[in-house]
């Protein structure tokens, strides 16, 4: 029997509770059970962590760090933890003030270490099934910074038990719980560090080297982790704008979209849908938002259907409606582009567009908003598949 399991890594700021409803309360109102993205979901074990930037994030990492303090005194990690004092008074940054540190620069060496405690309930899962279909997915730095080093981790543990079984013939006899999965997706959904130049990295990425790469991660992955894998597949995506320049798509997932030499054994395909940056995680993301959209055909439905394919049953259908949903977004763009007379509509997707809707009073940009953009773009452009898909970004 083969066992469905997802591990999803959320973006800045949002927590798990974010991205699912806990069954207690739902089981009164069925409404409340597909509000959230990983709602209703066809998996039979889910491990969803929470993002940097959030309470419960930084306090494990200050606990963490406590625990760690109180052993060795010398060996505290995050010392700048308590001396960041923050300009705005609120009682969640008073009483976490590194919490909003966390926001702005995302993940540190002791993020990745704390969500890393993940590996062990996840082995620990596995090792009681035979066969199993994997999916490791994320948002935002979840994607960008999360799910790498989780792989870049499961590559490193792989080598040292390799090197261990070679010095020690009995170390380890049992089957490794890795080589029990037979299909693997990973799904990076806007993959962003925030406030990144070119494909430098923005944090120190669990201590991998700054010019890391992620092609070479998943490669290994594929060739030493995931050998036994029968199909290995990577799903990206991608918003197909956001206004703000420090949302600016991760770099080096760019050049993984971008390389042509990827091994047979791995596929890619890439999904490009939503003007906001969060528009497929969160069902109401924006203001109307989901009002432009028809037949609750929304790149938040989309993506769930992606999800909830885990062996790949559904990609004929799932291909259809992305069809039919990327042409209704270019049409909206055509529209909002020739000043359509449907004022509403237009009006809700301009708006979501520039920075008068996002609630962050720091909002900053070197970005034109959409409908600007379009001002400046050739009608052939607008029928390109994947356009404003990377180069959504036009400096001043």
Request: charged fraction near 30%; include cysteine.
């Amino acid at each position: 029997m083969t066992t469905s399991v997802l591990v999803w890594f959320c973006g800045t700021g949002t927590p798990a509770q974010h991205m699912v409803t806990k069954k207690s309360e739902y089981e009164h109102d069925q409404d409340a059970s597909n509000r959230l993205l990983l709602d209703t979901i066809k998996f039979d074990k889910i491990f969803v962590l929470d993002g940097v930037g959030t309470i419960e994030t930084t306090g494990n990492v200050i606990n963490y760090n406590k625990y760690n303090a109180s052993e060795n005194p010398n060996s505290n990690i995050i010392s700048k933890v308590g001396n960041y004092v923050y300009n705005t008074v609120k009682e969640a940054i008073q009483k976490y003030p590194s919490k909003q540190m966390d926001t702005l620069f995302g993940y540190s060496e002791d993020h990745h270490v704390v969500n890393l405690d993940i590996l062990f309930d996840l082995v620990e899962y596995l090792s009681d099934n035979d066969e199993i279909n994997l999916t490791i997915g994320g948002h935002s730095r979840g994607a960008a910074l999360g799910m790498v080093v989780f792989l870049a981790a499961l590559n490193d543990i792989y080598e040292r038990q390799k090197q261990n079984d070679s010095e020690n013939e009995n170390y380890r006899q049992e089957k490794p719980v890795w080589e029990k999965v037979k299909h693997l997706r990973l799904i990076p959904t806007d993959p962003v560090q925030g406030n990144q130049k070119g494909r430098e990295s923005t944090s120190d990425a669990g201590g991998l080297d700054p010019n890391y790469s992620v092609i070479d991660i998943i490669e290994k992955a594929r060739k030493s982790v995931f050998i036994s894998a029968e199909t290995f597949e990577v799903i990206i995506f991608s918003a197909r704008f956001d206004f703000r320049n420090p949302f600016k798509f991760d770099g080096k997932w760019k050049e993984f979209i971008d390389c042509r030499t990827l091994p047979s054994n791995i596929s890619k395909t890439i999904f490009v849908a939503g003007f906001r940056h969060s528009a497929m995680v969160y069902r109401d993301e924006g203001v109307d938002l989901r009002s432009i959209y028809t037949n609750d055909l929304t790149p938040f439905s989309l993506l769930k259907e992606i999800i909830n394919d885990t062996e790949g049953k559904d990609r004929e259908q799932i291909n259809r409606r992305y069809s039919d949903l990327h042409s209704h977004e270019l049409d909206l763009a055509k529209r909002l582009k020739n000043f359509d007379t449907e004022k509403k509509i237009m009006e809700i997707l301009d708006y979501n567009t520039k920075k008068d809707s996002y609630s962050a009073g720091f909002v900053y940009s070197s970005s034109y908003p959409l409908k600007d953009q379009l001002a400046h773009s050739s009608e052939s452009s607008l029928n390109d598949k994947d356009f404003l898909l990377l180069d959504r970004y036009f400096s001043r």
